[in-house]
């Protein structure tokens, strides 16, 4: 049966950055998507802003330029092409000045419908821009801002930016975006837990021996240098992305799919992480960074060689180990790994369950490997639960250790939406459930602040790999002196 379209209320969505990466690798195509989906009431407009200056038709044949390079049009004479580029408008703002604001006030005219505001810019950009949306009576009530990850670089200048916005913007009004929590398999996996009774009541350290989280990546900083020297692997994606994951797997059941009630459960998670600081980090933490090597199929420069500079103490690997003081996971430790320039590009949560307590058939206890279910984030987004089965035929009894697979695509005939279409469209909504409340970010670097504050302070270099592989030596024996290994079944 086809899915019901629910229309969204006739919006207009200011997208500042909106002449950069992101908005044209993700936020057009996405809101394509959705116009293709006959999603949009009238009149609603897309408008850019960004200081460059352009025509409205020259900036809407960059977008048609971005549409097809990056194959979201597969035919131009879609109706629904000419559709979306005739709702894009464009200003040239200035955020630090008051060059084009007069233009976009104008622009918007009277408050007739919902306005959200897309801060598509780095974070130093936020707290100005939300002054100037306040200052200039753009901040209706109606009015929404979603910005983008990293919120500050620390937590204090998370509060302080967290203040500023908060100044001018109601707290239900703000999203902060990461764009994982729109992932369908992050979605399938609070499905996974809370709508199948089968699950739950294993869902526990007397069951489970302990979870891995991946985040892997093939490409290096790809000419982000300037921003992955500033921020590294453990503000990029610790933080934020592998946090948020955490939590999903940990949290308690809450009490309905409202965005507080679900935010509420996190904010425990975060609360409960036992804290890693000078005294521990050394035993619970890798870091490293990498040099030349091989990926992709081909040589590949080191890190040092990405960035022009002879030397850096920025990680692009960490892998972290990690517990949660609360009766449900008391004892179950959860393993931590991202990094830049590894073998494959995948994001997955692997759940481990605890082995037999006792063997009944005629094999070496070895030789039965424990349960494990599997959650693929990206790409191929699924879930497999690994089981012993018997294999076919007569003669003794011989086991296999096999997946129940469950592709997404393959189970439902369509690949997944990307998560920006999702998040959008629930923030133009007012649905905050998938973003992250000011506590959340703040409780986030709360934890990892310490982290860094202990790396800074031992004076160690991040430790050398090799591009194309999985990361410093380290990352391997803080798992195994454990006695468990890295999930290696990445098909």
Not at 332 to 348: I, N
């Amino acid at each position: 049966m086809a899915a019901r379209i629910v229309r969204v209320e006739p919006f207009d969505l200011v997208v500042f950055g909106g002449t950069g990466d992101l908005a044209y690798r993700k936020l057009y195509p996405a809101l394509f998507h959705r116009e293709r989906s006959n999603q949009f009431s009238e009149p609603t407009r897309i408008i850019g802003a960004s200081r460059r200056r352009l025509e409205r038709e020259a900036f809407r044949a960059t977008v048609k330029d971005a549409l097809m390079r990056f194959n979201v049009i597969d035919d131009e004479a879609d109706p629904a092409v000419e559709r979306f580029l005739s709702r894009l408008d464009y200003v040239s703002v200035d955020a630090m000045s008051d060059g084009g604001w007069a233009d976009l006030r104008a622009l918007l005219g009277a408050d007739e419908r919902i306005r959200a505001f897309y801060l598509a810019t780095g974070p130093d950009r936020f707290g100005p821009l939300a002054k100037r949306l306040g200052a200039e009576g753009l901040a209706s009530p109606r009015s929404r801002i979603i910005v983008e990850k990293p919120i500050g670089k620390d937590g204090e200048s998370a509060a302080a930016i967290n203040d500023v916005i908060g100044s001018v913007f109601l707290e239900r009004n703000i999203f902060r975006i990461d764009h994982y929590l729109g992932k369908e398999s992050v979605q399938n996996l609070m499905a996974l837990r809370f709508a199948n009774i089968l699950l739950e009541p294993v869902w526990n350290n007397a069951h489970i021996d302990h979870v891995q989280i991946t985040v892997a990546e093939t490409l290096g900083v790809e000419g982000r240098g300037g921003y992955y020297e500033d921020a590294g692997a453990t503000r990029d994606m610790v933080q934020n992305h592998m946090t948020q994951l955490l939590c999903l797997v940990a949290m308690e059941p809450p009490n309905s799919l409202e965005a507080d009630a679900l935010r509420d459960e996190k904010l425990k998670v975060l609360k409960a992480l036992q804290p890693i600081d000078e005294s521990n980090a050394s035993t619970l933490t890798v870091r490293g960074q990498y040099r030349a090597g091989f990926a992709d199929g081909g040589p590949v420069p080191g890190y040092f060689q990405d960035i022009g500079k002879d030397e850096s103490d920025t990680e692009t690997f960490v892998a972290l180990k990690l517990g949660i003081a609360n009766w449900r996971w008391a004892g179950v430790p959860f393993y931590l790994r991202t990094g830049k320039r590894l073998p494959q590009r995948f994001s997955e949560i692997v759940v481990g369950f605890r082995r037999l307590p006792h063997i009944i058939f005629a094999m070496h206890p070895d030789g039965i490997p424990a349960n494990r279910l599997v959650m693929r984030v990206q790409p191929d987004e699924g879930i497999k639960l690994w089981m012993m089965v018997k294999e076919p035929g007569p003669g003794e009894m011989r086991l296999q250790h096999v997946p129940l697979d469950m592709s997404f695509a393959r189970a439902f005939g369509v690949p997944p939406a990307d998560a920006y279409e999702r998040l959008l469209m629930d923030a133009l909504r007012g649905n905050a459930a998938l973003f992250m409340r000011r506590d959340e970010v703040e409780a986030a670097w709360k934890f990892i602040d310490p982290i860094r504050d202990a790396w800074a302070q031992s004076g160690e270099a991040p430790r050398p790999y090799a591009a194309g592989t999985w990361g410093p030596n380290a990352s391997v024996a803080l798992i195994e002196r454990d006695g468990r290994t890295w999930n290696e079944e990445y098909e």
